[in-house]
């Protein structure tokens, strides 16, 4: 399991790696089927990897495993809120959600 920072390294690549995918979609009008989203999602694995030593290939399972203990990362400044409830970022105050 990650900490707060290593996951919030994590999310971080996360959100590169969702931002290269769409982009690529964009600029090819590729399918998801065509896409092959598990080349886009390593660098995740490979950064969860790196940090915990354990080998997980499902990026999304990683994320969402985070999310329930730590809640999402702030929208605003990337920082991961502190519970699944809070109700704004600690770091900058941008509400949640
Ligand atoms: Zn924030």
Redesign the pocket.
């Known amino acids: 399991m990650l900490d707060e920072d290593e996951f919030a390294v994590v999310s971080d690549v996360y959100r590169q790696s969702t931002k290269a995918a769409k982009e690529f979609r964009k600029d090819t009008g590729a399918s998801l089927e065509e896409m092959k989203l598990q080349n886009f999602f390593e660098p995740v694995c490979e950064t969860y990897e790196q940090l915990t030593g354990e080998r997980l290939d499902d990026a999304d399972h990683i994320l969402k495993h985070c999310i329930a203990k730590y809640g999402p990362p ?1 929208a ?2 990337g ?1 991961v809120l502190r519970t699944p409830e809070a109700s704004k ?1 600690f ?2 105050g ?1 509400p949640a959600g």
């Open positions: 702030c605003n400044c920082r970022c770091e900058c941008q």
